[in-house]
């Protein structure tokens, strides 16, 4: 007996993020701690952190998305309202 997720064109993903960020992450992670063991710098490893962060996903909309909708709506894009008396 097989089971299919109901989407099988659906993006493969693990936990909260998809597998192509997993790898990122942990390539990241990987070069963040020689950095900081090293060189001690920790910037690499901030940046890895916020990048993961960015990346959550929930309902295939992860929150750098949901960042660029809020610009896009309250800042970048003009907003159109038209008002009208009575009808």
Do not use: C
Request: hydrophobic share 55%.
């Amino acid at each position: 007996m097989y089971i299919y997720p109901d989407n099988l064109r659906a993006k493969p993903m693990l936990w909260l993020w998809e597998l192509r960020d997993i790898g990122i992450l942990g390539v990241g992670l990987i070069l963040s701690v020689l950095a900081l063991t090293q060189i001690h710098f920790a910037g690499l490893l901030m940046a890895t952190a916020v990048f993961a962060f960015l990346t959550i996903r929930f309902e295939d909309t992860s929150i750098l998305d949901f960042i660029r909708y809020a610009v896009a709506f309250l800042i970048t894009r003009q907003q159109y309202f038209e008002w009208r008396l009575g009808q």
